[in-house]
């Protein structure tokens, strides 16, 4: 049953919500790039790498994903990197991608922010050209900088407006919360761009709070906390608004103990819009499908509970609404 489950998961068409690019580097990448490009890195095998990717909490990935990022210097490394990505997620039946970028991991560091987005950008053109993956660029601001750094990130990205879609907010939650970024939120949507945001992943309900109500988010990533509170669920379920949940992520990053205990299931009995995402497939475990696997043999889902994770991935995406609704009805055959 449970296998017939898996298998019915992997033939449906998916989107991916909540993926940082820069979480897909894997440790055979950043060993390639760390050659190719003379940086030194802390590793002596792509076994250690994956040794080391053992973290209680989210500030411990974090440490370690800042460390990655150091390999990557040249527009080719982006684009490498984005391919990668594409090409490993054609595998899991997944049609279009949402992908988040950090600039400031990059810029912190000298790399242009033009370098970063050229290559992304490049990439997921030729993915939508060669194997029909449509995608949309989401540009993050680190929510441990000021303010201010966000301000001088949104302006670079003034050139390339017309290739974003949204803004959104990561990095350290604990101590960092969205009304320390209302302002940048409101000039990114006075420039015509979405909003999104991180937020109850490891911080309280009342994040989840202001990101609603002072960045105006059009979806929510993570929002395992607000859980924790009734009238938010409400308003969250009245909203329609998306989730994007990541269940192997909550497991590594001590979200929740074990998988038999994440809130998917109770998120979609509630009525809530969640969808299954990867976050940073190399650092976690998987990909889309490794995280539908993780959820179907720990939470005894439905088959109408995979077909509504799926279809909630392309109604909560970006995407026109003649493009959502060709999505759904692909499914509506399966
Ligand atoms: N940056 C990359 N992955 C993240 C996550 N899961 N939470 C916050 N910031 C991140
Ligand atoms: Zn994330």
Redesign the pocket.
């Known amino acids: 049953m449970t296998a017939e489950l898996i298998e019915y998961a992997a033939r449906l068409p998916k989107a991916e919500l909540h993926l940082?690019i820069?979480?897909s580097l894997e440790p055979e990448m950043l060993f390639r790039l760390a050659g190719r490009n003379k940086v030194d890195i802390p590793f002596g095998s792509v076994e250690a790498v994956r040794a080391a990717y053992n973290f209680s909490n989210?500030q411990d990935?974090?440490d370690i994903?800042y460390q990655g990022m150091r390999v990557l210097l040249t527009e080719e490394d982006f684009f490498d990197l984005t391919m990668a990505y594409l090409n490993r997620v054609r595998a899991d039946n997944v049609r279009h991608v949402e992908i988040?970028f950090?600039p400031q991991g990059h810029t912190q560091r000298g790399v242009p922010f033009d370098t970063a987005i050229s290559g992304i950008l490049t990439a997921l053109s030729l993915s939508k050209a060669q194997f029909g993956v449509t995608s949309k660029l989401i540009m993050?601001f680190l929510r441990h900088l000021p303010e201010d750094d966000a301000f001088a990130t949104l302006k670079q990205a003034e050139g390339w407006l017309d290739r974003i879609e949204a803004v959104g907010l990561?990095?350290?939650?604990t101590g960092h919360p969205p009304s320390k970024f209302e302002r940048v939120f409101k000039a990114a949507r006075d420039h015509g761009l979405k909003c999104v945001a991180?937020a109850g992943?490891e911080g309280p309900p009342d994040y989840v709070r202001e990101a609603l109500d002072l960045l105006h988010i059009d979806r929510l990533?993570?929002g395992n906390r607000a859980l924790e509170d009734e009238a938010l669920v409400e308003r969250l379920r009245a909203a329609q608004m998306t989730l994007t949940v990541?269940p192997l992520?909550n497991l590594k990053?001590c979200v929740v103990d074990d998988m038999t205990a994440h809130p998917l299931k109770r998120m979609l009995d509630l009525g809530l819009n969640a969808t299954v995402n990867s976050?940073?497939p190399a650092y976690f475990g998987g990909y889309v499908m490794d995280n539908f696997k993780a959820v179907i043999e720990a939470l005894d889902l439905s088959r109408d509970d995979i077909k509504t994770l799926a279809k909630n991935s392309f109604a909560g995406s970006f995407l026109s609404e003649s493009e959502k609704r060709a999505h759904l009805a692909a499914i509506d055959r399966i």
């Not at 990561?170 to 939650?173: F, G, I, P």
Request: aromatic fraction near 14%; glycine fraction near 4%.
């Open positions: 940082h820069e979480g989210l990935f974090l994903y988040f950090d993050c990561d990095s350290s939650e991180h992943e990533d993570h990541c992520s990053l976050d940073d």
